[in-house]
């Protein structure tokens, strides 16, 4: 695989300024937000240009207890394929938790949580991994994630907790610079600690982004300009070995073209000092830049020149025991519905943190349920988000966020709101057009009758026919 060189991830927001970019080699793309036979045009140019595409998935949950779901990771291939990608990049932590193991209801977090840096949780995400990579058409690398709060009882650091995913994978990493840094603030761990316990010679690329700090907690984001201390890690990973790849992550607050492209700028010079400061070592040691696919003793990686096809590795990763799975099932479920459903928090972990990840989770819920579903903010004016706020604290996320929205209007439907009649109609004329199978003007039910028998079958308790997750 050829060097990635310096990239940006690409979001539609920002499409005609990527498109004019100069220094721009590269663009990532969230999996989950394009579809194989339907690509954004201006993703269908930068593709004509030769431009190498990165589909980056968000919702695998790997570190999650469960293994991994096939049709997620069938549409996961499908779009690797689609790009024409070289690998495909994923996160280690968990998105959900509860079910069957647990005999409990599923509860999804919407966002990326930690996993305990324990044997149980590594042999878990070890064998999630395999299958993820024996079901994917091209390499997998897997990032190091931000995080609000620390498990107790944890029996690694991260830089030992990912070097050994490598050795027992082959997986490459996509180390993320900016999530060190939260982590640096947030659990007290040293970033240079962790990049010379890393198994560099497996980078895939790098990840640099922004964010704030508000009450001695650094929330990472991606809506602010890098930092300093972000790009002084960079500059210290860079002087340990040469990086493939360096994205710069924006996610909402764009600013104008010329601002991120004087953030490519300073990345590009944080690396470049890192490997001026290198240049010696490596001319001394020859080995400061281990090339991407590197194979080495303590990792087993498919060649560059491997055909087409799932990759596989000669590491032989055995199962987990299932005991494994349970435990950390039953440890994720039980720190998720204190995080979501209000349940007390697990013994050991800091309530403080925990609640501030809470109220994390439930405004970056209503943030994204007023970005795939527009029209309720509209609707709603100024009352939207206290309102979903308060439906938040309620009712748990148990689907993707398009239910998410279907169910938060439904649940002010059947509470008689929003007050204006005006609202209120509009509202349900928004709910039925989208809850069912088909779009309400092709359905044969008056639309009267259809509300009365929805409206009905919730009040006691049945599901409407045809609310499906569109997720």
Not at 160 to 166: G, I, M, N, P, V
Not at 176 to 190: F, I, K, P, S, Y
Not at 389 to 397: N, S
């Amino acid at each position: 695989m050829e060097p990635l060189g310096t990239g940006i991830g690409w979001r539609p927001e920002i499409a005609d300024a990527v498109a004019g970019m100069p220094g721009v080699d590269w663009v990532e793309v969230v999996a989950e937000n394009v579809c194989p036979g339907h690509l954004p045009e201006p993703l269908r140019q930068l593709l004509a240009r030769g431009v190498t595409v990165v589909p980056h998935g968000v919702s695998l949950g790997l570190g999650g207890a469960d293994r991994p779901d096939a049709d997620r990771l069938t549409a996961f291939a499908e779009r690797a394929e689609a790009l024409g990608s070289p690998l495909v990049t994923e996160h280690i932590a968990f998105v959900r938790a509860g079910g069957p193991q647990t005999a409990s209801p599923r509860l999804e977090a919407g966002h990326l949580l930690p996993v305990p840096r324990t044997r149980d949780a590594l042999d878990v995400l070890c064998e999630n991994v395999r299958v993820a990579q024996d079901a994917l058409p091209v390499p997998l690398a897997v990032e190091n994630i931000a995080a609000l709060f620390s498990w107790p009882g944890e029996e690694m650091t991260e830089g030992q907790f990912l070097y050994d995913l490598a050795d027992r994978t082959g997986v490459r990493l996509l180390i993320d610079v900016a999530n060190l840094h939260t982590n640096h603030v947030n659990r007290g761990e040293d970033p240079a600690e962790a990049l010379a316990d890393l198994p560099l010679e497996a980078l895939a690329y790098v990840h640099v982004a922004g964010g704030f700090q508000r009450d001695g907690v650094w929330h990472d984001s991606h809506a602010h300009p890098v930092p300093r201390p972000v790009l002084d890690i960079l500059t210290d990973l860079a002087a340990r070995v040469r990086p493939p790849g360096v994205l710069l992550e924006r996610d909402e607050n764009f600013p104008v073209p010329a601002e991120l492209e004087r953030e490519l700028t300073a990345i590009g010079e944080a690396v470049a000092k890192g490997r001026a400061q290198a240049a010696p070592e490596a001319v001394a040691s020859g080995h400061a830049q281990p090339t991407p696919d590197a194979v080495t003793e303590r990792h087993t990686q498919p060649t560059p020149d491997a055909p087409p096809g799932p990759r596989t590795s000669t590491v032989t990763v055995p199962p987990t025991p299932d005991g494994a799975r349970q435990r950390l099932a039953l440890r994720q479920t039980a720190l998720l519905s204190a995080l979501v459903a209000g349940t007390p928090a697990p013994e050991g972990f800091d309530g403080v943190r925990l609640r501030t990840q809470s109220r994390a989770l439930a405004g970056k819920r209503a943030d994204v349920v007023a970005k795939v579903a527009p029209e309720l903010p509209r609707i709603l004016g100024g009352d939207y988000r206290s309102a979903f706020l308060a439906y938040a604290r309620a009712h748990p996320m148990t689907g993707g966020y398009r239910r998410d929205a279907l169910d938060f209007a439904a649940s002010l439907l059947d509470a008689g709101r929003p007050g204006e009649a005006r609202a209120r109609r509009e509202l349900r004329e928004w709910w039925l057009e989208r809850s069912g199978p088909a779009p309400r003007a092709a359905r044969r039910t008056p639309v009267r009758l259809d509300w009365a028998l929805r409206r009905g079958r919730r009040l006691l308790g049945q599901r409407p026919p045809g609310r499906r997750s569109t997720v």
